[in-house]
């Protein structure tokens, strides 16, 4: 399996707080990718980012803000949560654009 | 008109049993095909690219069809390790993976 990890793997927090999640990976791969997966959708791209400090915009980036500091750290960043930012969210590395992508265990979030 | 197209299922079938899935995308400009399985709660894993000429691996058979813009995945004998909800992805050019909302498999004793 693809060296990624996800912190934390669950969390309880109340709207309006702000909340940071991060993702780590062992392979030095270039890509990585936010997502989040809600019943009855596809995962759908939040941000990703190509490279140190190059992010950009995915599917449904409004609420969330994202920093990558180094090549195996990427932080995903609510800066004010709500409800409807319940969900899971997992991260994602890969080599390339189009190239397989390999995930991590994922992070449930709830937002009350 | 969801970029990414799949009957959400559940499909349930017995052990042994052949299952087919198909799944349309929306963008003619289309470069790369795969699909992922994921267990629940549990991460996507890739299961299989899947390539114009069509490709086998093991019980599992994926298919491209770019004219008529669908790809399918067939699954012999089925396994109840085989349960699990299957995500057909789409890449297109200068785009990320789009993921299709997936079809729930149930194989049964």
């Known amino acids: 399996d693809a060296g990624i990890t996800q912190s934390p793997r669950h969390k309880v927090t109340e709207t309006g707080t702000p909340v940071t999640l991060r993702c780590h990976q062992t392979?030095?791969?270039?890509?990585m990718y936010w997502y989040r997966q809600d019943p009855g959708h596809g995962l759908r791209l939040i941000h990703y980012?190509?490279?140190?400090?190059?992010?950009d915009k995915g599917e449904v980036s409004d609420g969330y803000s994202v920093s990558r500091s180094k090549t195996e750290d990427f932080l995903l960043t609510l800066e004010s949560a709500t409800s409807s930012q319940t969900s899971v969210y997992f991260c994602?590395?890969?080599?390339?654009?189009?190239?397989?992508?390999?995930f991590g265990p994922g992070t449930r979030l709830l937002v009350l | 008109r969801k970029e990414v197209e799949q009957d959400p299922g559940p499909f349930n079938v017995p052990e042994g049993a052949t299952v087919a899935f198909n799944c349309t995308y929306s963008?003619?400009?289309?470069?790369?095909f795969f699909w992922y399985r994921q267990d629940c709660r549990k991460e996507p894993k890739l299961l299989m690219s899947?390539?114009?000429s069509g490709n086998e691996d093991g019980r599992f058979t994926a298919q491209l069809n770019r004219a008529s813009q669908y790809i399918s995945l067939l699954i012999r004998d089925s396994k109840l390790s085989d349960s699990a909800t299957y995500h057909c992805?789409?890449?297109?050019?200068?785009?990320?993976?789009?993921f299709g909302p997936g079809t729930r498999l149930s194989v049964l004793p």
């Open positions: 963008n003619s400009a289309s470069q790369s």
């Open positions: 392979e030095n791969h270039r890509y």
């Open positions: 992805v789409v890449t297109f050019y200068g785009q990320n993976f789009v």
């Open positions: 994602a590395i890969s080599p390339g654009t189009q190239e397989t992508q390999y």
């Open positions: 980012s190509y490279g140190v400090k190059d992010t």
């Open positions: 899947v390539y114009s």
